[in-house]
């Protein structure tokens, strides 16, 4: 039954950061945020460094095909330590890395033959995750000095009971660094070139078997899903809070019919809010919807979402808020 559930109850803020919006910086979508030093936003196939007051500075890297141009970035990742941009780029099949000022320090190619879709720099090494596959992606890691590429877990890798399954999220939290995967119920962290489980969610019976995912010449299940499933379509781990968005597939239904959920746990009360919305008790404006991306926050302590500015431009939370304005970043914090 679904519960609502308050960011104040759970000691939580929000806080909005509207996002200069200029002629030379007009964002559609929100696709990847870092907030380590600054802001730094992929939207629209383009890199964004913005002040933590949401004031525009400058666009990072260059769109194009060139060696020290990217097309698309797929993802990135940020060394704060070493004041660096790791940039994935998807269709340019190649790896930049930047300064912070957006200067190419190195460009390197990647195998031409996988589709790498996730990137983090780890133990001074870079991972990544491929999507050719998407219930058993291959997991790689490149040397830097060298550029060589290893497999670190190739997609009929069985970790004892566990499959490595599913599209990846990989996120640093407390000096580890973790991965998940959509279609699993299994937390993997990463160091010295393993990965060791690291807890599992017990979906029971609900959980996606191997059989069930793999497709037959006739373009069904190799085994029939005889009930309902449930896939983590996101995952969000704070200090002392998870937030995991999922959704309920029902045999025969549509995809797009799926019964989104949100689950929120919190880990110092040990309480479980299995089917729950966020609200903001003094904003009702600001409630997490079903529809809106939880984006992981790197201080441990906090997620962002977006609202488009024309959802908000009659709300009066913002002064001058025009509806054709930047997306407005919403941080929802959590001692």
């Not at 489980?197 to 497709?215: C, D, R, S, T």
């Not at 479980?272 to 404006?285: I, K, M």
Request: net charge negative.
């Amino acid at each position: 039954m679904l519960e609502e559930v308050s960011v104040e109850s759970l000691g939580g803020a929000v806080e909005m950061i509207p996002l200069e919006t200029s002629d030379s910086c007009l964002l559609s979508k929100v696709e990847q945020l870092i907030d380590q030093d600054f802001l730094w936003i992929v939207a629209d196939k383009q890199i964004y460094k913005f002040g933590k007051d949401g004031k525009f500075i400058r666009k990072i890297g260059k769109v194009g095909q060139g060696p020290e141009e990217y097309v698309a970035p797929q993802q990135i990742w940020v060394d704060e330590k070493g004041k660096r941009l790791f940039v994935l780029d998807y269709f340019g099949r190649k790896t930049l890395i930047l300064d912070y000022e957006g200067n190419v320090l190195k460009s390197f190619g990647l195998p031409q033959d996988y589709s790498l879709n996730k990137i983090a720099f780890v133990d001074k090494e870079l991972l990544y995750t491929s999507m050719n596959n998407s219930v058993k992606p291959d997991l790689f890691v490149c040397n830097l000095e060298t550029q060589q590429i290893d497999t670190l877990s190739y997609r009929e890798r069985i970790m004892g009971t566990e499959g490595f399954l599913g599209n990846t999220y990989i996120y640093p939290l407390k000096d580890k660094t973790y991965l998940y995967h959509y279609f699993n119920d299994t937390v993997y962290t990463y160091s010295n070139k393993k990965l060791t489980p690291a807890y599992v969610f017990n979906l029971n019976g609900y959980k996606y078997q191997f059989e069930e995912l793999e497709i037959v010449a006739d373009y069904t299940p190799k085994k029939p899903i005889d009930g309902p499933r449930i896939q983590l379509s996101n995952f969000v781990e704070l200090e002392n809070f998870l937030f995991v968005p999922y959704t309920v597939a029902v045999p025969r239904r549509k995809l797009d019919e799926a019964d989104a959920r949100l689950l929120i746990y919190d880990k110092r009360n040990k309480t479980l809010y299995a089917d729950a919305q966020l609200v903001c008790t003094q904003a009702p404006a600001l409630n997490l919807k079903k529809s809106d991306p939880l984006i992981l926050s790197t201080d441990q302590k906090s997620f962002y979402t977006y609202k488009q500015a024309e959802d908000l431009a009659d709300e009066n939370l913002i002064e001058g808020l025009d509806p054709d304005d930047n997306p407005v970043l919403v941080k929802y914090s959590f001692q």
